[in-house]
């Protein structure tokens, strides 16, 4: 009898045909704690069909179609008309369906649904992180128009609309409509004050006619843009849609698609405007402050984004580790490959609780928690995404060389990792923008130090890493060069005392003697001796 030479043992099923909501009992847990209760059982079978949805093989493969054939530009149509036109794989259109029917577009109008949405939101990112980004555009689109009262009341209902119409056709004819956002110029950057896109006032009331680039604009096919621009009174925010109302196609010329690291899916791209219709946003010179809500939300998408990149990291990680056998034991049950696990899910659950109670205060809307958004928002942004790819690094090594291999999906999670710490201001911008609510803004502070406090007495040493901060705080003069720094204390501090009020007692004890008790190293897997590490890793297995 001839020998076999290829028996495939001793390695994990793929994690595949589970619910993604259920099984992440950090993320349902939050869920339950933000939500009213006569809201629960509802947000409950919504959530779980769409865990199911993310966890099945199909929806899995979409994403997988998706990022190997990226989308591509086609500038002229076959006679040599131009179309500027950028055409996707079916499965981009899939995900992206999917993810406006399930309502990631429609938090603003209906109880409950930042925290919904936030959830629903985590859970699609796992599948794939490509299409979050028009999804966030979107839905973040919806404060900024409602600076004014007409352009809101005529465009609201079609973005928060559960119907994707991918058509390329005037807005009015449309059930739904996809928004995107073009602030970045090449000589400014994150210093859109030196912006030099033009805009030039016509005969019509509010209409103007728009010239110049954009050196950064996402989804291109999307139906309309918020854009900036230097209007005579300053620097403006307009609203450009890619069609016109009798039909035909605005300017917006596509120079060429971003051949970037990650989010292949989604198609980055450099515009130029020529004669470009718009509509005023707001009052001429008020632009950043027209826009500032609509990128207040999509930083909280990229706390979101990130949390689901950690989530899916760690599921992945643990679950390996679960049916992997080496050195005569499964490798989840040697004590240093548990630390380490412990140790990720210990970042991924400090994450996504933050994320979840950021958007607690979205529906709660209440002036104390407006004012606390308004500190917490930048820091969680600046804190959670520099955890991100840190920690799917190591969960890729949890993995062995199988976690560098393209068919394990770990390599796009790194890829796509870095991209959400860059979005909406890198991580100075996000150090800088909570120096200014610290020195301009006591109310943030007040309001931080009252959420900080509602755990005082609960452990000793969130008390005294919160006592250590305040010290921090206390001297805010030449504070720019340790900005990073105070944020960071800033995040942990707040993760910290979420854990403490919510969190199982091993998970809280473990993530305050690590981050808060000085007993952590520099790598993860350095986890203090004496907590209940077992514990922690079975409440992150996605499945059991």
């Known amino acids: 009898m001839a020998a076999t030479t290829h028996t495939v043992t001793n390695q994990a099923p793929p994690l595949v045909g589970y619910d993604v909501f259920t099984a992440d009992r950090a993320l349902a847990a939050a869920v339950e704690r933000h939500l009213d209760p006569a809201l629960l059982d509802e947000a409950r079978d919504e959530l779980s069909g769409l865990g199911r949805s993310a966890g099945s093989a199909q929806v899995q493969e979409w994403g997988a179609q998706a990022?190997?054939?990226?989308?591509?530009?086609?500038?002229?149509?076959?006679?040599?008309?131009?179309?500027?036109?950028?055409?996707?794989?079916?499965?981009?259109?899939?995900?992206?369906?999917?993810?406006?029917?399930?309502?990631l577009t429609a938090a603003w109008s209906r109880p409950g649904g930042h925290v919904r949405r936030a959830a629903a939101f985590v859970l699609w990112t796992q599948a794939e992180a490509g299409n979050g980004c028009?999804?966030?555009?979107?839905?973040?689109?919806?404060?900024?128009?409602?600076?004014?009262?007409?352009?809101?009341?005529?465009?609201?209902?079609?973005?928060?609309?559960?119907?994707?119409?991918?058509?390329?056709?005037?807005?009015?004819?449309?059930?739904?409509?996809?928004?995107?956002?073009?602030?970045?110029?090449?000589?400014?950057?994150?210093?859109?004050?030196?912006?030099?896109?033009?805009?030039?006032?016509?005969?019509?009331?509010g209409a103007y006619e728009l010239t110049g680039h954009k050196w950064f604009c996402?989804?291109?096919?999307s139906d309309a843009f918020l854009v900036l621009a230097q209007a005579p009174g300053g620097l403006t925010c307009f609203l450009l849609p890619r069609v016109l109302d009798d039909g035909s196609r605005n300017v917006f010329r596509i120079q060429r698609l971003k051949d970037k690291l990650g989010n292949r899916s989604n198609a980055s791209s450099e515009v130029e405007f020529d004669g470009t219709w718009a509509r005023r946003v707001g009052d001429e010179?008020?632009?950043?402050?027209?826009?500032?809500?609509?990128?207040?939300?999509?930083?909280?998408?990229?706390?979101?984004?990130?949390?689901?990149?950690?989530?899916?990291a760690v599921a992945q990680a643990i679950h390996h580790c679960t049916y992997r056998e080496a050195f005569g034991g499964k490798l989840v049950d040697k004590p240093l490959m548990r630390n380490v696990l412990a140790d990720l899910?210990?970042?991924?659950?400090?994450?996504?609780?933050?994320?979840?109670?950021?958007?607690?205060?979205?529906d709660e809307g209440s002036e104390q928690e407006r004012a606390f958004l308004r500190l917490a928002v930048p820091a969680a942004k600046y804190w959670v995404t520099k955890r991100c790819t840190p920690l799917v690094v190591e969960a890729s090594e949890c993995l062995g060389g199988n976690g560098?291999?393209?068919?394990?999906?770990?390599?796009?999670?790194?890829?796509?990792?870095?991209?959400?710490?860059?979005?909406?201001?890198?991580?100075?911008v996000q150090a800088l923008d909570v120096l200014r609510a610290l020195q301009r803004e006591p109310q943030a502070l007040d309001a931080f130090l009252q959420e900080v406090g509602r755990a005082r007495?609960?452990?000793?040493?969130?008390?005294?890493?919160?006592?250590?901060?305040?010290?921090?705080?206390?001297?805010?003069?030449?504070?720019?060069?340790?900005?990073?720094?105070?944020?960071?204390?800033?995040?942990?501090?707040?993760?910290?005392?979420?854990?403490?009020?919510?969190?199982?007692?091993?998970?809280?004890d473990a993530f305050c003697a690590s981050r808060l008790g000085g007993d952590w190293g520099s790598a993860f897997g350095t986890l203090p001796h004496g907590l209940d590490?077992?514990?922690?890793?079975?409440?992150?297995?996605?499945?059991d």
């Open 67 to 103: 990022n190997e054939n990226p989308p591509r530009l086609r500038t002229h149509d076959r006679y040599g008309n131009r179309i500027d036109e950028v055409e996707f794989h079916p499965s981009w259109h899939r995900l992206l369906g999917k993810g406006v029917a399930a309502g």
């Open 457 to 508: 007495g609960a452990d000793h040493r969130l008390d005294a890493a919160t006592k250590n901060l305040l010290s921090e705080l206390a001297d805010l003069e030449n504070v720019e060069a340790r900005a990073r720094r105070v944020v960071e204390r800033i995040a942990l501090v707040l993760q910290g005392s979420l854990l403490v009020r919510y969190a199982p007692p091993e998970v809280a």
């Open 218 to 221: 996402s989804a291109p096919m």
């Open 134 to 205: 028009p999804l966030s555009m979107t839905h973040a689109a919806v404060p900024a128009l409602r600076t004014d009262p007409a352009l809101a009341a005529e465009w609201e209902p079609r973005l928060t609309s559960t119907v994707y119409d991918r058509a390329l056709r005037p807005a009015a004819e449309k059930a739904g409509v996809i928004f995107g956002m073009g602030m970045t110029e090449k000589q400014g950057g994150s210093d859109v004050r030196a912006n030099t896109t033009t805009a030039r006032p016509l005969a019509e009331d």
């Open 345 to 362: 899910a210990l970042e991924s659950e400090a994450a996504t609780t933050l994320a979840l109670r950021l958007a607690a205060a979205y």
């Open 533 to 543: 590490l077992a514990t922690v890793v079975q409440r992150a297995r996605p499945v």
């Open 404 to 428: 560098y291999v393209e068919e394990s999906g770990m390599p796009r999670l790194l890829r796509e990792s870095p991209l959400n710490s860059v979005w909406e201001g890198a991580g100075n």
């Open 285 to 312: 010179g008020r632009g950043v402050r027209t826009i500032i809500e609509m990128v207040a939300a999509t930083r909280l998408d990229c706390v979101l984004g990130s949390a689901a990149l950690m989530r899916q």
